[in-house]
């Protein structure tokens, strides 16, 4: 008699990692470059969770002072090596249109996420470059929907999302949840609900991180989850 054939092994759940990032952010987007590295690499075994947390939640113009302060981190962001940092301007806070808020751009990627994770990245790809790259304010709506329709969403459907209430609080909700968790900035990576890494890191550091999580994730763990923060 045939014996019946075993089971094949069940592959491990993907390690879950939590991006907190503002698309106005210089150092998001050099983060968003140093993990597209890593997510080739890991492909399957890692899934990225981009989140929003707006740095500039209220709707007024930035003070002179504000101004000073984020053209110096853009270009402190400039002496980074990548190829990126080469790219970025501070234009965005040196114009007569600096954005008020973060809120309605970081909606607009809420709104393209209900299209499909690949509407979400084109969209956030488009804003940073416009933003970082040519100094576009992308938090005004002729210049989101521009974008959205640039990047091919479908504009009846992201138009809808976009104009409900409830897009902007989901990122309202979001920015709460974070900071009661102890985010306070970004780009932060929250690694499997362990590792809380704040700030631009070296590739090397996160996928340092990343496989020192996955290791304790094949472990057999008793009682409660183990929640370490760097």
């Known amino acids: 008699m045939n014996s019946l054939p075993k089971p094949l092994p069940l592959m491990p759940k993907p390690l879950q990692i939590t991006v907190y990032q503002d698309v106005l952010c210089a150092w998001s987007y050099l983060a968003d470059s140093r993990l597209d590295v890593l997510r080739q690499e890991f492909r399957d075994i890692v899934r990225f969770r ?38 970025i301007t501070p234009e965005l806070w040196k114009g007569s249109d600096a954005p008020r808020s973060s809120v309605p751009a970081l909606a607009a990627l ?22 970082l790259e040519q100094g576009v304010n992308v938090t005004r709506n002729d210049v989101i929907f521009e974008l959205a329709s640039r990047v091919g969403l479908s504009m009846n459907a992201f138009a809808a999302a976009f104009a409900s209430p409830q897009t902007r609080q989901l990122v309202m909700d979001e920015h709460r949840l974070a900071a009661g968790r102890g985010v306070r900035g970004v780009p932060t990576l929250v690694i499997g609900g362990r590792w809380m890494v704040c700030g631009l890191r070296e590739v090397s550091e996160y996928r340092e991180h990343i496989l020192a999580c996955l290791g304790k994730l094949h472990l057999p763990k008793a009682g409660e989850t183990e929640r370490l923060f760097h």
């Open 50 to 87: 981009v989140r929003p947390f707006p740095l500039r939640v209220n709707d007024v113009l930035p003070t002179d002072k504000e101004r000073r302060a984020l053209v110096k981190e853009v270009e402190r962001a400039q002496e980074e090596l990548d190829p990126a940092a080469r790219l």
């Open 110 to 131: 809420e709104a393209a996420r209900l299209q499909g994770p690949t509407a979400r990245a084109l969209l956030a790809r488009a804003m940073q470059r416009a933003a």
